[in-house]
Nanobody
Framework: QVQLVESGGGLVQPGGSLRLSCTAS????????????IGWFRQAPGKEREGVAA????????YYAASVKGRFTISRDDAKNTAYLQINSLKPEDTAVYYC??????????????WGQGTQVTVTS
């Protein structure tokens, strides 16, 4: 089954930026990375996981949660089997484990087939 690996998390000061990566592998012979929509989610301590951004497979349409719109940018490079989440103007409330997922439909809900293990983002001065 598809394997997703996130990277790029870390410790950053408020106002800083990070770019998270989500690299996929182990596709079947029928469906490659370009077939899948990608979603980014985050889960802060004591809170439920929430969808923050998604990008479709076919035309690259993007979707964002209201809380991150204007600061987060999702993108994909199908040649590298990788999706990205650029996070700017980081705030302490952005502290969370960030997950990527892939599935058939770009959505901010958890209707994805495969998930990564997550990468920690901590925003603190």
């Amino acid at each position: 089954q598809v394997q997703l690996v996130e990277s790029g998390g870390g410790l950053v000061q408020p106002g800083g930026s990070l770019r998270l990566s989500c690299t996929a592998s182990r596709f079947t012979s029928r469906f490659g990375f370009n077939y899948y929509a990608i979603g980014w989610f985050r889960q802060a301590p004591g809170k439920e996981r929430e969808g923050v951004a998604a990008i479709s497979a076919s035309d690259g349409d993007t979707y964002y949660a209201a809380s991150v719109k204007g600061r987060f940018t999702i993108s994909r490079d199908d040649a590298k089997n990788t999706a990205y989440l650029q996070i700017n103007s980081l705030k302490p409330e952005d502290t969370a484990v960030y997950y990527c997922a892939c599935g058939h439909i770009a959505t901010l809900t958890e209707k994805y087939d495969f998930w990564g293990q997550g990468t920690q983002v901590t925003v603190t001065s």
